[in-house]
């Protein structure tokens, strides 16, 4: 009987439909696990498929392409350690979301999802069958236990697994970031080595996949909760973990830990990586956006830059005669910190134009919010032409605070591919920026440094659609909206919730009804970085008609 297992974790970025791609990163990751002699290389959940893939996997000619690339992975790594991959399974008319183990050119065990999340971002009760709770396959004459993901989040699948002979918990997941959710998993991992007594290994993939970012942050608990081992935030990594046993059991040995930023800067790199691969797996290489001198496009251009280069990065001024000589001078002055691409593309004789051709429609009517939008659609326009003429993803610029009311223009400043910081209230673009232009890290490609002038993140924040314009002549001021929207939008609340924070009763319903009103506007917007459990897309899912509102 063997004393030592040696374990390789391949905690990678697969891409969702890349099913050749991602069973050759598999293959290249068993490579690696063979030469360092390991017993089993292990890969997180549905990993050939990439994950989350929402309703592709119900496609026959998808699963069964994929099932059809299991098949042959496990004939490729006979002569070697065992594999342990997550992907598809049928049984009968049946789809289960599956952990398979190969060894010795065959597939040799199956683990089928139990639990199945519905929530969030999650619509696996609709995808897959629920599968029986079983008892650990065998490695090399260990008996391992794999609950998988949402399965470790509950106590019987483990439970089931300890009481019919679990060594030790391997559990692949496909966990996607939210502010604070490391702690989390750990707090529930913690809870079931505790009820069984058996070490666990939380294995984790990294990269983005529309809106969502896998963190990696893979980690193993010794019996009692001790951590033995951390694998880095957001990077790819392949690492051996040896578990040893002692006359209580397994244990796993002792390895390196990778210091956890904080809150700010895992934000900061979960919108660098969620713009970065979402152009990569879509195919694109650069990137445009309005740069009007305020402080929400100054981020974004900085967050493009960190993860593009910034030669893959311009920026357009697009003025008008309500734009301030200091937007001028802050959108060139941002863009040559950054030294990417600059721009200057006046919108002056495109709106006379267009105020010429629909003089005789609006001829008696006063200017009011329409010639407003006709300025940001034009810069829409504009930007796209560019966009189309150079392969450039066009980039919107709205904060959170503005996509939860509305304070955006349809088909005009809201035009675009991608919004790095679409889950970012705007007092926390205040403070990201600061973090920013006083922080630099070796995977951000945009220069140290002050990037963001003091005086973009210091002026008081304006359209600049007419004259003497200020976002306080139509909101709360950000502090107090962005609380109400956390209590309206994060936490559920109402509007007595509101008035208990000490907000004015008619300011958070005036709030409350710009939020419904502008649920067309969002569903027409474009995907953005989730950093939070109530981002606007799959984890909060409203009716575009809807007249309730909140009596309190």
């Not at 450039?392 to 959170?400: D, H």
């Not at 139509?474 to 609380?483: K, T």
């Amino acid at each position: 009987m063997a004393d030592r297992f040696r374990l390789t974790l391949a905690q990678l970025n697969p891409t969702v439909g890349d099913i050749a791609g991602n069973a050759a990163k598999a293959r290249e990751a068993w490579e690696r696990g063979r030469a360092a002699g390991a017993d089993l290389v292990a890969f997180p959940e549905m990993f050939i498929t990439g994950y989350n893939t929402q309703d592709l996997i119900l496609k026959p000619a998808f699963h069964q392409a994929a099932i059809a690339a299991l098949e042959e992975l496990a004939r490729d790594c006979a002569d070697g350690p065992a594999l342990a991959i997550g992907g598809p399974a049928l049984e009968g008319v049946d789809l289960y979301n599956a952990y398979y183990v190969m060894q010795g050119g065959q597939i040799t065990s199956r683990v089928l999802k139990h639990h199945l999340p519905n929530d969030t971002v999650f619509d696996e009760e609709r995808l897959y069958s629920s599968g029986p709770v079983t008892g650990p396959y065998v490695v090399n004459g260990v008996r391992i236990g794999s609950p998988i993901c949402e399965d470790a989040w509950f106590e019987d699948v483990a439970e089931t697994l300890a009481e019919t002979g679990a060594e030790f918990l391997l559990v692949p997941n496909g966990s996607p970031y939210y502010r604070d959710k490391y702690d989390v998993r750990i707090n529930h991992m913690v809870a079931r080595v505790v009820e069984t007594g058996l070490p666990l290994i939380y294995l984790n993939m990294v990269g983005g996949q529309d809106d969502q970012v896998f963190d990696g942050g893979t980690f193993g608990l010794n019996p009692g909760g001790a951590l033995a081992f951390e694998m880095p935030l957001f990077d790819e990594a392949v690492t051996h973990v040896d578990l040893m046993r002692t006359d209580d059991g397994w244990r796993i040995a002792e390895g390196a830990r990778h210091h956890h930023p904080d809150a700010w800067e895992q934000d900061y790199r979960v919108m660098v990586v969620a713009l970065r691969d979402y152009l990569r797996k879509t195919g694109f290489s650069k990137v445009l956006l309005g740069l009007s001198g305020g402080i929400d496009s100054a981020l974004v251009a900085t967050i493009a830059t960190d993860a593009l280069g910034a030669e893959n990065v311009r920026c357009v001024m697009l003025p008008s005669e309500y734009t301030s000589r200091e937007s001028l001078e802050d959108a060139e002055a941002v863009a040559r910190a950054l030294g990417c691409r600059y721009d200057y593309v006046p919108i002056s004789k495109p709106r006379a134009a267009v105020t010429e051709v629909l003089a005789p429609l609006f001829e008696g009517t006063a200017p009011d919010i329409t010639e407003e939008n006709i300025q940001s659609r034009l810069r829409g326009l504009l930007l796209m032409a560019i966009s189309n003429k150079f392969g450039e993803m066009l980039l919107t610029t709205g904060n959170k605070s503005e996509v939860a009311v509305g304070y955006a223009t349809i088909y005009g400043d809201m035009a675009g591919g991608y919004n790095p910081i679409k889950d970012l209230y705007k007092t926390r673009v205040f403070q990201t920026c600061r973090w920013r232009n006083a922080n630099h890290r070796d995977w951000m490609k945009g220069p140290a440094g002050e990037v963001i002038p003091p005086r973009v993140i210091e002026k008081p924040p304006s359209a600049e659609l007419r004259p003497d314009q200020k976002d306080e002549d139509s909101l709360p001021p950000y502090e107090v909206l962005d609380a109400i929207l956390e209590i309206l939008v994060d936490k559920d609340g109402s509007i007595a919730d509101c008035v208990a924070a000490g907000f004015d009763r008619d300011t958070a319903k005036r709030v409350e009804n710009l939020i419904y009103i502008s649920e067309y506007k969002r569903f027409q917007s474009a995907p953005g970085a989730r950093l939070t459990p109530r981002a606007f897309w799959l984890d909060r899912r409203y009716p575009i008609v809807n007249r309730w509102r909140d009596p309190g």
